[in-house]
């Protein structure tokens, strides 16, 4: 009896070891309703603290270990692209993605930044 169990005890820990680890992007509606319009304070790939600002009119302002201001626009479902006044031809895209139920920002599938707060 417990040889017939081993499968199935096996198949579930695969399962929930996937789920758990599993990115679920945000929608573009997450993405205007949990991120346009507030504060986002976020811990980048190298420790440094930003925190950044993406209005409804399409502008962005970060502050903290980098100064800037430029524009936003969505980029799909769980995405979007700031063009920086700073580096205007280089428009940076990321992805937001819930990971082991924390924000974090993906760039090319690496992690950018992970959520600190919400302002």
Known sequence: MTLRLAPVAVGLLVAAGQAWGQDV???????????VGKTIEWKMFDGQIVNVELTPAGKANVSGAYNDVGKWRMDGAGGYCIAWNKSPMNESCVKVVKRDGVLVSLRDGAVRATL????
């Open 25 to 35: 992007p945000l929608t573009e509606q997450d993405i205007l309703t949990q991120i």
């Open 116 to 119: 600190v707060s919400v302002k």
